[in-house]
């Protein structure tokens, strides 16, 4: 008598816990294929498995990347108000240092004459070479 009562125990629990389940598969014609095929089950476990060991790789090295930038935002920021600084040192003193242009204006004018005399040279150089290719073209005919 004791095994029956148990029996019926055991089986209302178990129909109790597969019930919902029988219900969703038959709700759902694709869950009982899979159910009822268990290699294309295990198939697709894999591959879920490996787009979500996929997915949070990505997300892991989204925060090692976000880490890095965190940690290194103070030295960023340190040295472009350095540079930031120095630039502005830099354009104070060369406004100071305009009392000194005069030597640099003897100098940009010396370097202007000297690129156009080497302009004129150069374009009475290339008057020689065509001269001389017209000569050598006519030796040879």
Known sequence: ?????????VDQVLNSLTAPLQKWLAAHPTGYWLVS???WLVGLILIGLLLLSGLFG???????????????????????IFAAI?????????????TEKPVENAQQQRLDEILSRL?????????????????LTTIRL
Not at 58 to 63: E, R, V
């Open 58 to 80: 990505a997300i892991a090295q989204l925060t090692q990347k976000l880490w890095i930038f965190v940690l290194q935002a103070p030295l960023l920021l340190t040295r472009w």
């Open 86 to 98: 120095f630039q502005l040192l830099g354009a104070i003193f060369r406004w100071k240092g305009k």
């Open 37 to 39: 095929h268990p290699l």
């Open 119 to 135: 302009e004129v040279l150069k374009q009475e150089q290339d008057d020689l070479m065509k001269e001389a290719k017209a000569i």
């Open 1 to 9: 008598m004791e095994q029956i009562l148990s029996n019926r125990i």
